[in-house]
């Protein structure tokens, strides 16, 4: 399997004939000001399979804080499917869209890390912001993090 993208996104929806359509594309800073802070973000990942590859792959994506241990946010299977006989000759290509509740809790470097079948990628966000006296999580809406 070969790697097509892996980018992170303020908000993500996937459209018809496997189109999507993002906002906010590119997330590599994010300010929340205060921390710990929640921050919706969206994962895009495209990959182009063989056609060995056809059929149930794992996949797992993980989020590392800086100074924790990575939390595993999927770990499931996908299934790479042949494409359709109209489009016979176009390459096999897996697309995956998760959207999720980013919780950051410290400032630094957060790891994104993507694994489907034996393709492995990272993506890093730098995340710059002060601790909260209160230790509550404040909620940084879409488009206002980068």
């Known amino acids: 399997m070969k790697l097509q993208y892996l980018l992170v996104a303020d ?4 459209g018809a004939f496997g189109k999507m359509d993002v906002l906010g594309l590119g997330v590599r800073v994010l300010r929340p000001g205060r ?4 921050t919706p973000l969206n994962i895009l990942v495209g990959a182009e399979a063989d056609p ?3 059929g149930e792959q794992s996949i797992k994506i993980s989020v590392q804080a800086p100074s ?8 499931d299977t996908v299934v790479v499917a042949p494409r359709p006989a109209e489009e016979e000759g176009l390459p096999i290509e897996v697309r995956l869209h998760l959207a999720f509740p980013f919780i950051t809790t410290e400032p630094g470097v957060y ?3 993507v694994q489907i079948g034996r393709l492995r990628a990272t993506y890093k ?4 912001g002060s601790e909260s006296e209160s230790g509550s999580i404040e909620f940084t809406p879409p488009g206002s993090a980068s």
């Open 11 to 14: 908000a993500a929806a996937s």
């Open 35 to 38: 921390l710990p802070s929640l």
């Open 52 to 54: 060995a590859e056809l």
């Open 68 to 75: 924790a241990k990575a939390a595993v946010v999927v770990d």
């Open 111 to 113: 790891t994104f890390r």
């Open 125 to 128: 966000v730098l995340v710059i």
